[in-house]
């Protein structure tokens, strides 16, 4: 996950949220309805923005990782532009 993450050079250090949010920051759902868990909704989440302002057309990059088992983690990322 580490390496992962190193990659998308995020601008900052993506924090640790150990509990999952009293609500969601999000007003949509945009990976439930994938059928998977909104990592606010987590706990253990390694989140940050990524880029803000990012190249191009995209506004700005947010990342959260969350650790599925001891060899996988899944990656939700979410950008405006």
């Not at 923005?49 to 599925?68: F, G, H, I, R, S």
């Amino acid at each position: 996950m580490d390496e992962f993450v190193a990659r998308l050079k995020p601008e900052a250090p993506l924090s640790l949220r150990e509990r999952p949010l009293a609500r969601r920051t999000n007003p949509s759902t945009p990976f439930s309805h994938l059928g998977l868990p909104e990592p606010d909704l987590l706990a253990r989440v390694r989140e940050g923005q990524v880029c803000a302002p990012c190249e191009d057309n995209l506004n700005w990059l947010k990342a959260a990782v969350v650790q599925v088992d001891d060899r996988t983690s899944r990656v939700h990322l979410s950008g405006v532009d």
